[in-house]
């Protein structure tokens, strides 16, 4: 169904570029009539007549712009004309000097001249509507924005250049093209004419649902790549989890104490290690804990470890009970079973035997061990290449492929896929067309939910609302 847009095409003005001090800013005005607004604010800066509706797109006018009161500022106009632009309307970019104060004023002149602010997103919501990008690219557009690794940034690049999009596509024009055939038997079913052999049908939908379920296993490396690697750092409360938390991001970011705990509630950090982003989340310590809001936080600290990717399990080697660790490493273990796990021994640098007692612990519970100093960032290199082995692990398939790296396309994946399969039971079963067709175009619609072939109304303003004000 079309989505409908109030003033939709009404001139829009907002600013492109983060708020603060800067040496430039772009202010944007995109719709019906910027060029007109565009003019009664710009002057050349010679003096020479010139018309923004009669400037060739893609040129550059170096002026000023004014207001009833005289100059704002001296300005550059980059002006896009109708369908080149990134909304495919008519736009004027106006780069000034970066100045909040400036900037402001700016934009004020624009919508004192017949702009309206444009929303969250309203820019790349335009580009949508107009046919430019699908709903998926634009999707895309918003996580290479946010993106805060390198993986990240290059699976969602492949994503707006449209290749998961032409995958779709061409699996939605056999779906296309099937459905198109089954009511056709539906409109010639006096005369039972069979348009389709059901046995060639099933083997098309087979093959079609094994490319659905390939894409459905790529979004655990979506994810990862997207997000990051969910990681929980754990222990007993004076292992010295908030001073490994702080050595690796290299900063006073958690508060260090001897006395147990310090830590109430988690804290959340991002990690990058070369190209792979780790979510650092800094728990409070286990045990039995005194009063409810150490209790709270306790009970916390084991959901973040539920939803963990991978467990840093950190221990304090200098005591002499430090086996006393193998139990709870082994009960998480078999607990958190989707999880990996890493077990750090901490403080080798206050144990003389430290080898000897590293080796006791691989031995006992079996896992990836990692002797560290973290007070001193001893070990800590060593560490971060165990990370970034398990996390290559994790993500079997690199950021050069296709992958899903979006919960609403991974369910809209699943369903299509339960869908080809239950058409495939129906022929199996002999069973009529009508519900053999109802499967398919429930197929056909799932999957054109992604790329906005069918649009949901809702799921778009959720998606343009987090976009930033100017994108």
Not at 31 to 51: L, M, P, S, W
Not at 183 to 212: A, I, N, T
Not at 443 to 459: F, P, Q, R, S, W
């Amino acid at each position: 169904m079309p989505i409908i847009q109030p003033e939709q095409g009404y001139p829009i003005a907002a600013i492109a570029t983060p708020v603060g001090v800067g040496a430039l800013a772009v202010v944007r005005i995109s719709g019906k009539g910027v060029f007109d607004i565009a003019q009664r604010v710009f002057r050349k800066k010679n003096n020479t007549t010139f018309r923004f509706a009669q400037s060739k797109g893609f040129r550059a006018h170096f002026g000023t712009v004014h207001d009833s009161e005289g100059l704002v500022d001296e300005v550059v106009a980059l002006v896009f004309r109708a369908p080149n632009s990134f909304t495919k309307e008519d736009m004027v970019e106006l780069s000034c000097h970066g100045g909040p104060v400036v900037v402001k004023h700016l934009l004020k002149v624009l919508l004192d001249k017949g702009c309206r602010l444009a929303e969250p997103g309203e820019f790349t919501r335009r580009a949508f509507l107009n046919g430019r990008i699908d709903l998926l690219q634009a999707e895309a557009i918003g996580e290479m924005i946010h993106a805060r690794s390198e993986s990240a940034f290059r699976t969602a690049v492949i994503q707006m250049e449209g290749a998961l999009s032409l995958r779709l596509d061409a699996m939605r024009e056999e779906l296309l093209r099937s459905c198109a055939l089954l009511e056709l038997e539906l409109d010639f079913s006096e005369e039972e004419v069979e348009f389709q052999s059901r046995s060639q049908l099933q083997k098309e939908l087979h093959v079609l649902q094994q490319e659905l379920d390939r894409l459905i296993d790529s979004y655990q490396s979506g994810r990862l790549l997207k997000e990051g690697v969910a990681t929980v750092i754990a222990g007993k409360p004076n292992a010295g989890k908030s001073t490994l938390l702080n050595a690796l991001l290299g900063e006073e970011r958690s508060i260090v104490s001897n006395r147990p705990g310090t830590t109430r509630d988690y804290i959340e950090e991002c990690f990058v290690h070369e190209k792979t982003m780790f979510r650092l989340t800094d728990t409070a310590g286990l045990r039995e804990g005194e009063g409810e809001i150490e209790h709270e936080g306790i009970r916390r600290s084991y959901k973040k470890i539920s939803e963990a990717d991978l467990i840093l399990y950190i221990l304090d080697l200098s005591l002499n009970h430090y086996l006393d660790e193998v139990f709870p490493v082994q009960a998480f273990m078999e607990q958190y079973t989707t999880a990996r796990m890493i077990v750090i021994a901490n403080k080798t640098d206050l144990t003389p035997e430290s080898a000897e007692r590293l080796k006791q612990l691989r031995a006992a519970t079996g896992c990836d061990v990692c002797g560290i100093a973290a007070a001193r960032g001893d070990g800590l290199e060593d560490l971060k290449q165990l990370m970034g082995l398990i996390a290559a692990g994790l993500n079997k398939q690199q950021e050069a492929s296709v992958l899903v790296t979006s919960l609403r396309h991974y369910e809209a994946l699943r369903n299509a896929s339960d869908a080809l399969a239950n058409a495939q039971e129906l022929i199996t079963r002999q069973a009529e067309t009508e519900l053999i067709a109802f499967e398919l175009r429930s197929a056909l619609d799932y999957v054109g939910e992604i790329t906005g072939k069918v649009v949901n109304e809702e799921i778009v303003n959720l998606i343009f609302e987090r976009f930033c004000i100017g994108k």
